[in-house]
């Protein structure tokens, strides 16, 4: 056994054992360290993904006889990260964060311990973490902290699913019984992310009764369009159960009118007398923005340009209606700069919880002692990991201001980029409001998206550009070593002239979430785009001729 104490950390804290793991982690640390490269996405460089790369790996993997040595053990780790992304001042992609290092030790301190966030006997310092932040959280956004209650999930999209799960069980008290009625429906937008797709599948209720809502031109939920859908299933006798309200869609951040949409559900609840329709607002992506929500914009003591300023105070109008949602989520590891997966479910009248609470009888190991007074048994992981310990060590590090300061440079670093892009290259045109993420489209000729959107081009013309872009997307993502943009097939829909049938806009993305993107870098990402710009353009002109 001695051999194999010696896989553990000491049971006395004597000093050779500890040193013994900080010279590993040492180790760890230095040899990132010199992978690293500021002009450069990856450490060291990429693996090439031949065709059978995953082949071989399923191939050559086996677990060993005998245990190898912990040098071997590091170094096979440091192998696997040769050619990692690593999210510094060139990924401009998607909302992957560089974890802060308060997010890291609590994170640490948490492996460190073991706790197991599903009972406060077996994870103390996690459980009253869950309940400081979903305190603290509560106070930022406007719920009364005394009812609320919130519990960390895998992820935004379990905070939909978790959503769901009490929506459901809220309208129909018996489902966990008898099963769930054939007749609920759901609403989000059709920019929405597919976390609700997903949730409808699993819970039962069906994709058929998952009803997509159109949205305005800045990619919020279209308020008539969801009324006549409401209003068309309750004709036909079906329930309208919940709603998702994003705040943030995934590529375009539209941020939907969350007041609009509660005043219209009470009025439908009224009209028609049926159930409180449950309301989540997804602010998987755009929750952080909430920090801004007591900011004072007239004394500005933060000192934001102007027209930041203008960005962050329309942002303040919407979020402040947050607390109108039945629940909502903080995904940390998105805005937040947090690691995987650090995901806050935040409900608004903790006495929901009752519907999906497990009976005393069927917990036996845990719970329901003398002692011991925090048990989840509500949530649908039964051990969990305690990542309320990342996300507290975070919000202690950061502070109000500190997340303001981050949060507004992702806006001032859009604003200039933005400006520049325009500047420089004459056939773009940008697809989105000012937000942390700019999406935008390039054009053969000249720009087209004004008549592109008021459905001006034909079918064929759309999908011409559409193709142009993906094309070019592809020239681009070659290159992600050097700087990794984003893209989606899915902007939005938009109509054409000479057909009924909507097309999905193909747009590239600009995300910075790093704290090392800064204005200063938006140079180097404009004139990356033009030189790869100018060549593709060059080439297609060619193979055009070869044609
Ligand atoms: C990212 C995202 C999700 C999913 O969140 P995960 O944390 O990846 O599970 C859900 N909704 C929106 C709007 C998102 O942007």
């Known amino acids: 056994m001695k051999d194999i104490q010696k896989l553990f950390p000491s049971m006395d804290g004597n000093s050779l054992q500890k040193e013994e793991l900080l010279s590993y982690i040492d180790l760890l640390l230095s040899k990132i360290d010199e992978?690293?490269?500021?002009?450069?996405?990856t450490l060291g460089a990429m693996p090439t993904y031949t065709d059978d790369y995953y082949h071989t790996l399923i191939d050559k993997a086996g677990i060993p006889q005998q245990g190898v040595s912990m040098e071997d053990v590091l170094h096979?780790?440091?192998?696997?990260?040769?050619g990692h992304r690593y999210v510094n001042r060139n990924y401009v992609a998607n909302a992957a964060p560089l974890p802060n290092i308060a997010s890291i030790l609590?994170?640490?301190?948490?492996?460190?311990?073991?706790?197991?966030?599903?009972?406060?006997?077996?994870?103390?310092?996690?459980?009253?973490?869950?309940?400081?932040?979903?305190?603290?959280?509560?106070?930022?956004?406007?719920y009364d902290e005394s009812r609320s209650a919130g519990y960390t999930t895998w992820g935004g999209q379990g905070a939909v699913f978790n959503s769901l799960r009490l929506a459901i069980s809220r309208y129909s008290p018996s489902s966990n019984q008898s099963g769930i009625p054939n007749n609920l429906y759901c609403f989000c937008s059709e920019l929405s992310h597919y976390s609700l797709f997903k949730s409808v599948e699993a819970t039962g209720i069906g994709v058929e009764n998952l009803i997509r809502v159109k949205v305005n031109h800045d990619h919020s939920i279209n308020l008539t369009d969801l009324e006549e859908k409401m209003n068309e299933v309750i004709?036909?006798?079906?329930?309208?159960?919940?709603?998702?309200?994003?705040?943030?869609?995934?590529d375009t951040f539209g941020i939907d009118d969350?007041?609009?949409?509660?005043?219209?559900s009470e009025q439908l609840e009224q009209i028609h007398g049926i159930h409180p329709i449950y309301i989540h607002a997804d602010s998987a992506m755009g929750g952080m923005y909430t920090f801004f929500n007591d900011y004072d914009f007239i004394n500005n003591p933060l000192n934001f340009e102007d027209e930041v300023l203008l960005v962050l105070n329309k942002y303040q109008e919407k979020f402040k209606h947050i607390n109108l949602a039945d629940s909502l989520v903080f995904d940390f590891h998105k805005l937040g700069q947090t690691p995987y997966t650090t995901?806050?479910?935040?409900?608004?009248?903790r006495d929901y919880l009752k519907y999906v609470d497990l009976d005393e009888e069927e917990t036996p190991y845990v719970?329901?002692?003398?002692?011991?007074?925090?048990?989840?048994?509500?949530?649908?992981?039964?051990?969990?990991?305690?990542?309320?310990?990342?996300?507290?060590?975070?919000l202690l590090a950061f502070g109000i201001t500190g997340y303001q300061e981050l949060l507004a440079n992702y806006i001032r670093v859009n604003l200039a980029f933005r400006k520049k892009l325009k500047e420089e290259i004459e056939t773009v045109a940008i697809t989105n409001e000012v937000s942390p993420i700019t999406t935008f489209r390039f054009y053969p000729e000249r720009p087209k998206w004004t008549e592109e959107l008021n459905g001006l081009l034909t079918i064929e013309e759309m999908l011409e550009i559409n193709d142009y872009n993906s094309e070019f997307a592809e020239v681009l993502g070659l290159e992600r070593e050097t700087i990794y943009f984003g893209n989606t097939s899915k902007q939005c829909l938009v109509e054409a002239i000479n057909s009924n049938k909507r097309v999905s806009i193909y747009a590239q993305k600009f995300f910075t979430i790093s704290p090392y993107s800064t204005v200063e870098e938006v140079d180097r990402y404009v004139q990356f785009i033009k030189t790869h710009l100018n060549i593709f353009q060059r080439t297609r002109k060619i193979e055009n001729v070869l044609k």
């Open 106 to 142: 609590g994170n640490l301190v948490m492996v460190l311990v073991n706790g197991n966030n599903l009972w406060d006997v077996e994870g103390p310092a996690a459980a009253s973490a869950e309940i400081k932040i979903t305190s603290m959280l509560s106070k930022l956004i406007g």
């Open 343 to 349: 995901s806050l479910f935040l409900i608004k009248n």
């Open 235 to 250: 004709n036909k006798g079906g329930i309208p159960l919940y709603i998702l309200a994003t705040m943030g869609t995934t």
């Open 367 to 394: 719970g329901n002692r003398g002692y011991g007074s925090y048990h989840t048994n509500y949530t649908l992981e039964c051990s969990r990991m305690g990542s309320s310990l990342t996300i507290y060590s975070s």
């Open 35 to 41: 992978l690293k490269d500021p002009d450069k996405l």
């Open 76 to 82: 096979e780790l440091l192998n696997s990260i040769e």
């Open 258 to 264: 969350l007041e609009g949409i509660k005043e219209l």
